[in-house]
């Protein structure tokens, strides 16, 4: 069965840090990823996806992933955190029937 | 557009009950996914609807089930409601699977925080 690892359950960083949350999938076939962010209170919101083309995708608010096929990895990353990035991150994989499977999500809590 | 409704947004029941929980997808959305968020296991799939059918199927007991209306609004059902059933259900919509087996993006709602005592 596919599955989704994401290796940090917390992380604690300053403002101005830069950030890599990892994401591991183990999947043989074409693969949709996804980055979705639950800051306090909120609800689920896609950061970004990727589905083919550009390894290197960018999302919203300044964050990035790339895939790398042979690491079967779509690593997060943000070159410099602020506050308001507090949030838990979730990475997911897409299924046939729009099923995602999710990794056990990461909190990241930023220090002003 | 608005985005995805979910009603109600807390519920306190207790063993043995049934509950019904309610989702509006976006609109223009027809396909409807339900997840269940616990801080144990995470987030887990539960089921898709689309056009009214179930198209896919997660690893949960039959107490759980769901129907999608011709409006694609949808509805899930816990029956014999146990204490581990307490759990944030989010509802997420989206437009049809694109072609090829792509797995479209999904758009979530703010959950039903369920409480089973």
């Known amino acids: 069965a596919q599955s989704v690892s994401q290796h940090n359950h917390h992380v604690i960083l300053s403002e101005a840090a830069s950030l890599e949350l990892g994401c591991n999938y183990s999947y043989g076939g074409t693969v949709n990823l996804f980055w979705y962010v639950q800051y306090p209170g909120q609800h689920l919101q896609l950061l970004l996806k990727?589905?083919?083309?550009?390894?290197l995708v960018k999302g919203i608010k300044g964050f990035e992933a790339e895939f790398i096929k042979s690491k079967f990895s779509f690593n997060l990353r943000k070159p410099s955190v602020q506050w308001s990035d507090t949030a838990e991150y979730f990475c997911?994989?897409?299924?046939?029937?729009?099923?995602?499977?999710f990794g056990a999500g990461t909190i990241l809590r930023v220090k002003s | 557009k608005a985005g995805v409704t979910q009603t109600p947004r807390y519920l306190i029941k207790t063993r043995g009950q049934q509950v019904t929980l309610s989702c509006s997808p976006i609109?223009?959305?027809?396909?409807v996914s339900w997840y269940q968020q616990t801080p144990g296991q995470g987030l887990q799939f539960l089921f898709e609807y689309f056009s009214e059918t179930q198209r896919n199927k997660g690893n949960f007991p039959g107490r759980f089930s769901g129907r999608q209306f011709s409006n694609s609004r949808s509805e899930m059902n816990v029956s014999t409601l146990e204490l581990g059933d307490s759990a944030l259900y989010l509802c997420?919509?989206?437009?049809?699977?694109?072609?090829?087996?792509?797995?479209?993006?999904?758009?979530f709602g703010p959950g039903t925080r369920l409480t089973v005592l």
């Open positions: 997911a994989l897409g299924e046939y029937g729009n099923k995602l499977v």
């Open positions: 609109s223009g959305h027809r396909s």
């Open positions: 990727y589905f083919s083309g550009d390894p």
């Open positions: 997420a919509s989206s437009l049809p699977q694109l072609a090829g087996g792509i797995t479209d993006t999904q758009y």
